[in-house]
């Protein structure tokens, strides 16, 4: 069984694979004659249309990735914005806690300043 499978003759289901093989390559064979027979245009006319398609393509691509990058370029400044005004958020608060601390540790100075002074006047 195994010798006939190899040559081709006869599969198990009693049919042979070499004549459809052999169909299908005939009718392809017919198929693109005919085309090239019948075709209404001559192979000039194919070509430009071919070369026409093509820069319809790559114009088509072309104007895709400008508004990609178009796109990509609007996100990035909307994101760099959005990141110097929390930036400036950030300075504001510790500009803030800063003049808070500032403020602390001036009132302990200056109480500590006025209990020496105190502290000298009563010895």
């Known amino acids: 069984m195994n010798r006939q499978k190899r040559t081709g003759e006869r599969t198990s289901n009693g ?55 178009t796109g990509a370029r609007s996100r990035a400044e909307q994101l760099a914005s959005y990141v110097r005004g929390k930036a400036g958020e950030l300075q504001d608060q510790g500009r803030d806690v800063a003049i808070k601390q500032l403020d602390r540790v001036s009132s302990v100075a200056q109480a500590r300043k006025e209990a020496l002074q105190a502290s000298k006047r009563h010895s």
Not at 20 to 39: C, E, I, K, N, S
Not at 52 to 58: I, V, Y
């Open 15 to 69: 049919t042979s694979g070499t004549p459809l093989l052999a169909g299908l390559m005939l009718g392809g064979l017919v198929g693109t004659g005919t085309m090239l027979l019948l075709a209404p245009q001559s192979g000039r006319r194919t070509r430009e249309e071919i070369q026409e398609g093509a820069r319809d393509l790559r114009d088509r691509t072309t104007d895709s990735v400008k508004g990609a990058v």
